[in-house]
């Protein structure tokens, strides 16, 4: 049985937790050998919008919506306008921006880490578009990732395009206004097969190191190698003051994209504990954005993202619940099974009876998927974009 004190912490903790929804979790997309078209998927920036805002209803926790420019504003600034207009009319905020320089048909052999300077300054006049975007948005975080690298060895210079990653991180740094950040994401492979530009989280540190102190490392947790301890590199990138948030998302294999804590909810308590005992320590909290970056291709996808953001609350619910007092004793007396048990004994209690007493009083439902079910908003938009979703006109994304 859960104290009262416990679920004191909990309620605390979990008013301070917000979570950002991806536009692109909402819209059909696949698998590199095919995409499976759901009648319900979001078509347009639009239906991304409403489909989030019913989200946020069920969870009262998903105020902001990150957005991928390409998909979610075709025009660029053009699109500012409209975007606000719908942020306001579903209750939600333009969350982290996201350039996209990795489709477009010269970004074969990279953007920033192109050889070519031609394709370097288009990738880079992108950039500064969409922190102009941001700007228009009051947007405070620029998101970038990079498919940059390549497939076979000796094919690029690997020095030569690290220096040019600096130069293109280093103007998009002097662009940003004073409130902004910008955050730099790692991943192993893909699509490059070879070598990644920007691989891992240390070249991520160096790289933003180099742009500026408004640069800052993102951690998607599906980016990384299976043994990988994800917890240590978030430890040391916040003793660092170097975090500037995460891409949530599970995964079995590679960067499979699945439902956040659907394959080891252990993994993310963990980190979300590494977080709680660096901002007990300090005595506040950390600054840091916490995204979601799921694509569900068979799960229905408004579904999901409720099912993610219940996940997450359960898992930082539980995170909360390790006594740091205690915990430090014990490591300070070496006592290893006492001081494991810290962070056991909170993994293995059932918080959902005081998540859903936070829900009540502040008026959400106390099952927000069962809400969302109850609602008839997926049977009206099954009915709504079907046609337009089977045909498969509608673009990745
Ligand atoms: C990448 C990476 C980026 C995401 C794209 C769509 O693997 O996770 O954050 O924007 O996928
Ligand atoms: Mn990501
Ligand atoms: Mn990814």
Redesign the pocket.
Known sequence: MISDKQTDRIIHALDAFHIELPS?GFANTGTRFGKFLQPAAATSTAEKFADAGQVHRVTGVCPTIAL?VLWDLPNGVGNCAQVQALAAEHGLRPGSI?PNVFQDQNYKHGSLGNPDPAIRKEALDHILDCVEIQKRLGSRDL?L?FADGSNYPGTQNIRHRRRWFEEGLKATHAALAEDQRMMV?Y?PF?PAFYHTDIADWGMALALSQAAGPKAKVLV?T??HYQAQNIEQIVAWLLDMNMLAGF?FNDRRYA?DDLTMGSIDPYQIFRIFHEIRFYEWERGARADIAYVV?QSHNLKGKIEAMVQTVMNAQELYAKAALVDHEQLVARQRSTDLVRAESCLQDAFKTDVRPAIVEWRQARRLPADPLEAFRQSGYLERITAARGERNLSGSTAYA
């Open positions: 692109w991928h996201n998101s990732w994401e991943k893909e998607d599906g980016h891409h960067d970056d």
